[in-house]
């Protein structure tokens, strides 16, 4: 779309799987490719949120913060057309988290999911006992996600289907806010839903491959090398039908992953992948193919990423550069917003 302000963030919280790849950098890159003019592209390193985890450690912290400015650049996102940065650069952002926090009511955000799971909290059994451990960061996560969204006034967010609650919140922030103060400062930002549905853990397909999961068997990590993917793949939990491979989630989750990755990955239909398949008859030969398609496609950014890790001044000046662009965008949208606000 022509004049649009396109934002996404991805947490520091571990090394980038495919998961994080498929559904949300490599879009980015996408969006770098087909970018026009008009339309201006921030992404961002989310700092701030990466410390809502229960025992943050500031020496893995460091470690991930640097690394995920290189796996963004590894896959391809091109600095001369997105705004790089990381989210505590730009203070606009915490600014407008405690603005938009005076609209947000307590009922909607105990709707949420994330905080939730993140807390290992079953959806209906929360009880005030539950609710008096969660911090009060974790379980405004969502606003200040929202205040990301609409420091820059983006009119869309390219994210992964695990965001689409989140994504629902912002709306309607922006939607009170607007309505609060009668004026449409606020474009409704619209979800870009990455093609490739939500990539799920190795070793339990019941749940989404996440950075957070402390059992390595169940990511594949961008830098994972060849052999640890084999590994990793030949290990991922299917089922003991063996002589045919097809889509079908609630039956055969951990094969339907693996389709659903390859489909990915090939920019597929799971219809034509499953024609594509259809010559497999043992798990041997699938996952063998699996693995040929992911060693294949995450190659280039294994490669680039030991490249930038090793150039940090690189690395600075494009933060450095994502930061001003940021930051300009912000400081005037934020003077705009208090300005109406009666500051
Ligand atoms: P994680 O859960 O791995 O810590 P983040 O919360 O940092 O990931 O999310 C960053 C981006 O990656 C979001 O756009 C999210 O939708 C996407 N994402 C995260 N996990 C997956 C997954 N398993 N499959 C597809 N997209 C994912
Ligand atoms: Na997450």
Request: charged share 25%; aromatic share 8%.
């Amino acid at each position: 779309p022509k004049n649009a302000s396109i934002f996404s963030m991805i947490q520091p919280t571990g090394e980038f799987h495919l998961g994080n790849y498929l559904g949300a950098t490599r879009v980015w890159k996408d969006l770098c490719t087909l970018k026009s003019s008009s339309q201006r592209l921030t992404f961002g390193v989310a700092d701030l949120h990466a410390i809502t985890i229960p025992k943050p450690n500031t020496t893995k912290f460091r470690k991930y913060r640097i690394e995920a400015i290189a796996s963004i650049l590894s896959v391809g996102v091109d600095p001369s057309k997105a705004s790089v940065m990381y989210q505590s650069s730009i203070p606009q952002q915490t600014q407008l988290h405690w603005l938009l926090s005076t609209l947000a009511s307590m009922g909607y955000l105990n709707r949420m999911t994330q905080w939730k799971s993140k807390s290992n909290i079953k959806d209906g059994s929360v009880d005030s006992d539950a609710i008096g451990k969660v911090r009060l960061g974790l379980f405004a996560y969502p606003v200040l996600q929202a205040a990301d969204i609409l420091t820059y006034k983006a009119t869309h967010v390219p994210v992964g289907d695990d965001q689409t609650q989140h994504l629902e919140l912002t709306r309607h922030l922006a939607e009170q806010f607007n309505h609060l103060y009668k004026k449409r400062v606020f474009p409704l930002p619209k979800t870009i839903l990455a093609p490739t549905k939500k990539i799920l853990s190795l070793s339990s397909p019941e749940k989404k491959m996440s950075k957070s999961d402390p059992n390595q068997d169940a990511l594949i990590y961008l830098n994972d090398e060849p052999e640890i993917i084999a590994k990793k793949i030949k290990k991922a939990v299917t089922d003991s039908i063996s002589d045919h491979f097809e889509y079908d989630p609630v039956n055969r989750p951990g094969v339907s992953n693996l389709i659903n990755i390859i489909s990915g990955i090939q920019r597929k239909s799971i219809g034509e992948v499953e024609k594509d398949i259809a010559r497999f008859r043992n798990y041997s030969d699938f996952k063998g193919y699996v693995t040929e398609n992911v060693v294949e496609e995450l190659s280039g950014p294994r490669n680039m990423f030991k490249r930038f890790i090793n150039e940090p001044e690189y690395l600075d000046s494009v933060i450095k550069k994502g930061s001003e662009e940021a930051s300009e965008v912000a400081e005037k949208n934020i003077k705009e917003i208090m300005n109406i606000m009666g500051f």
